[in-house]
């Protein structure tokens, strides 16, 4: 397992800090959406440089077989995957190690915001290699 540079791990202790916020003010209950729109914005706040719905290619033996979309790409290689539900499930997990591979970027953040304490709703996934 290759392990994120200090620069990654400073850019996801950015994020989590704005997705806290964002979850300290919003509480858990909303759409994914707002909570889409509500980190983007604290993103903006905090100069945190990120794409939205950034697009991958998918490649099947080489050839492009369709696109993903990121729902962050933050300072070029850090992937955050927002959800708002009940549980985390492994196809959530899944979902984002494909991203990891499609993109060959060290480190993802699954966050979920409907959760009481959003600590319990982060999950740091590493690419193995």
Same mark, same amino acid.
């Given at each position: 397992m290759r392990q994120p540079s200090q620069q990654v791990e400073n850019l996801a202790y950015g994020v989590i800090g704005a %997705?806290?916020?964002? #979850?300290?003010? /919003?509480?858990?209950? &909303?759409? !994914? !959406?707002?909570? #889409?729109? %509500?980190?983007r914005e604290e993103f903006l706040i905090r100069e945190i440089p990120h794409k939205f719905e950034h697009p991958v290619k998918v490649h099947y033996k080489?050839?492009?077989v369709g !696109?993903?979309? /990121? $729902?962050? /790409?933050?300072? $070029? &290689? /850090?992937?955050i995957e927002l959800k708002a539900v009940q549980n985390l499930t492994p196809i959530h997990e899944a979902q984002v190690l494909s991203y990891l591979k499609m993109t060959n970027y060290p480190l993802a953040l699954l966050i979920n915001f409907n959760v009481s304490l959003l600590k319990d709703g982060i999950k740091r996934i590493i690419l193995s290699s």
């Open positions: %997705a806290i916020e964002v #979850h300290r003010v /919003l509480g858990s209950g &909303f759409l !994914e !959406e707002v909570y #889409h729109r %509500a980190l080489g050839r492009p !696109e993903g979309k /990121l $729902d962050f /790409l933050v300072g $070029d &290689f /850090l992937i």
